[in-house]
């Protein structure tokens, strides 16, 4: 019930702002018809200042009644709405003969007044921006118009004396406090800070005030004079539009500091600022001055604005030279470490190398990675990683000599070049000190943590014009020859490196169109029962044959490793076992093999991994019609390791849907008890090493004996693999091992081959 009912005030909140946005918009739209309608009408001044004030009444009411603007935006509109509406009651009556001229001008001038000290107020308040851009733009607006205001209208009200006495004077005033508000007015539309509709309802009911006070000195001219209530309705219509500014619900915002706009009104900016150059001008070109006073006031505001101007264009230029260095600074800086980024290093080794022609000097390039750095981000969060990645920085730095250069080119990887060594030996000696300066342990939130890093040594040797990009990559290649020889290490570049990375580049390139194109086929090796010597099952083994103009045979030691780091062997995986089954069910409806046999399948973690398998297994044995029962998975140690948790779990369903689970190379990796009793394992593969070692070593029969053993504590059955000679299938059988494979009882053959692989191993001399 709570929170339904604070939905509940939710809604109402909403609803309220809805109407008073609504009303705030009406409103408007009154004060833009109302008061010309009626002085298009004939109808007396008075009666719409009457209504105006009525009308003012009641936002007041509404206002306090639902709480919609802010107790501080009360007491700022009724400071300025007091004087503005004297203004127009004084305005209004001027309209109909009665009131005195100087009172009006007195009005006027305090309403001036108190619309500069609020509008700096405001402004203070709500921009967020750099007023240093927008003040000079906003002194100009200002200068301009006093400048225009004071030839068109000011300078001509003057005595012929000159002096600036009685209402004269108060005209004067109000003229330059006007000057002012415009400043201001600038200063707030022309920040970023985006205007919300209270405030530009608010600023154009202050520029309506100041267009009526130009309205009043204009009628006030000899000679000059306006149709009836035009100023009035000026007034008026100011008067509906500071209403309208109280009642809209964006006013609570007014006295907070707005939000950025997304772009900034250069455009408008730009538009007045020309304008407010060059209305000036233009006026005193075709004006002469009356006196000299007049010749004084013109020269001293020209000068000024002309000061402003240039003020504004030297800003203007300064800034835009610290953006042109911020934007090459952060075009070539990392923004995390404040290290030279990936194209800043290639122009420093491009230099290098080129300062190097024709001297002894071969620039070293160290490429460093943080080994293991996915773990600590995954483990102990990013800003632990930003921690981590700081200090190595902080400590290459401190290692490297003072000319050389340090950077960050990508998330864990650093660049050291170093321009002033001359042999493999200073080379060496360098990347040794980078190592060492990060052995010891770095301090982040969670305690100490020790960091190594693979580092992969290249140097621009003379004579071999090699580019920055050459050499980054050369340190780069050799950076992944360091981690695979078991990481926190330095490997030297050599030729053999790019050999190896490009052959391997053309494995994984071919290996994403090999099974559209066919290259890849299955091979079948049988498994035996050892006592009756009948075909059990088959081992579906994975080929890869791209012709003899593309490459010939690629060894599966060779493109297995890489499927399964780029990923391909998912696809690769759900192929071979839709066509495994299948063959199978073919091989069962002909006669070729028992309706029991079963077939084996390898599975990486790459595919246990992935949130599909369990589906496209249950896809492929519906569509092959085979029993769960019948398909074995075999896992290896490592892959039950390897995120143990997600491998259980897709392991255990399938196990749930009748498919069985096998252990392959059992004994080469971490056998562990425990694991093989949290996993669904039914059947333990003996590896070939133990196999190959029955009839040389005693112990490897012990060891042998024990698995056996193990497997059958577990209620697990075992198959003996790389069985070659007869007198290892006789050790076998005497240690009760009822299940084999190998070359003795058959090498792996093509699916055509399987039916003449069967029927020779009807021949049970292997087992004598």
Known sequence: MPAIRGLGHVGQVLNVRKATASIGWLLTLIGVVLPWSARAAGAAPVTGTIILVAAGVLAVVLGVSLRTPQPAVWLWSGLAG?????SAVL????????????????????????????????????????????????????????????????????????????????????????????????TTLFADSSPSPSLLAGLAAVLLCGTGLVLQLVDARDGTALAPGVIAATFQSAGWLAIAMVVHPTSRSLLIPAVRRSTPPLLTRLVATTASMGAPIVLLAVTDPADTADRVVRTASVSVL?????????????????????????????????????????????????????????????????DRFKTINDSLGHSAGDTVLLEVAGRLLAAVPRHAHVGR????????????????????????????????????????????????????????????????????????????????????????????????????????????????????????????????????????????????????????????????????????????????????????????????????????????????????????????????????????ITEPEQTLVALRNLNSAGVRVAVDDFGTGYSSLSLLQRFPIQRIKVDRTFVHALSLAPASQSIVRTIIAMAEALGADVVAEGVETPEQMAILRSLSCTKAQGYLISHPVTADAVPNAVLAIEDTSWRS
């Open 306 to 370: 002309a000061v402003a101007v240039m003020v504004r264009v030297v800003q203007s230029a300064r800034a835009n030279a610290r953006t042109q260095e911020n934007l090459l600074r952060n075009a070539q800086t990392d923004p995390l470490t404040g290290l030279p980024n990936r194209a800043a290093m290639l122009d420093l080794v491009t230099s290098a190398a080129e300062r190097a022609w024709g001297t002894p000097r071969q620039p070293t390039v160290l490429f460093i990675d943080v």
């Open 82 to 86: 007091v004087p503005a509406a004297v």
């Open 409 to 640: 080119i990508s998330g864990d990887e650093f660049v050291v070049l170093d321009p002033a060594t001359e042999t493999a030996t200073q080379a060496a000696v360098l990347a040794e000190r980078v190592l060492d300066s990060l052995r010891e342990p770095v301090g982040v939130s969670g305690g100490d943590m020790f960091v190594s890093a693979s580092i992969g040594v290249a140097m621009a040797v003379r004579g071999l014009g090699l580019s920055a990009d050459e050499v980054l990559r050369h340190a780069d290649t050799a950076m992944y020859r360091a981690k695979a020889a078991g990481r926190n290490c330095i490997a030297f570049f050599d030729d053999s490196m790019v050999e190896t990375v490009t052959h391997r580049l053309d494995i994984e390139t071919a290996l994403h169109r090999a099974l559209e194109r066919n290259e890849l086929h299955l091979v079948h090796q049988p498994i035996v029962d050892t006592d009756l010597g009948a075909v059990v099952g088959f081992e579906a083994l994975m080929r890869w044959d791209r012709g003899a103009g593309s490459g010939g045979t690629v060894s599966p030691a060779e493109f297995i490793p890489v499927a399964e780091e780029t990923g391909t062997i998912v696809p690769l995986g759900s192929w071979a076992l839709l066509d495994s089954l299948t063959q199978l069910r073919r091989w069962i409806d002909s006669g070729v093999c028992p309706a029991g046999t079963s077939v084996s399948v390898n599975v990486s973690a790459r595919q246990l991994h992935d949130p599909g398998f369990v589906a496209v297994v249950t896809e492929a044995l519906s569509r092959s019609g085979v029993s769960p029962d019948q398909l074995w998975l075999e896992v290896t140690e490592s892959v039950m």
């Open 91 to 186: 305005s209004s009556t001027a309209a109909t003969g009665n009131g005195t001229e100087l009172a009006r001008d007195a009005a006027h001038l305090a309403t001036q007044a108190v619309f500069v000290t609020l509008l700096a107020g405001l402004a203070r308040r709500r921009l967020r921006t750099d007023l240093s851009s927008v003040v000079p733009d906003a002194l100009i607006v200002g200068l301009g118009a006093w400048t225009v205001l004071w030839v068109v209208l000011l300078q001509p009200a003057m005595p012929a004396s000159g002096s600036m006495a009685g209402a004269t004077a108060v005209r004067g005033v109000a003229l330059a406090l006007l000057s002012v508000v415009l400043f201001l007015v600038a």
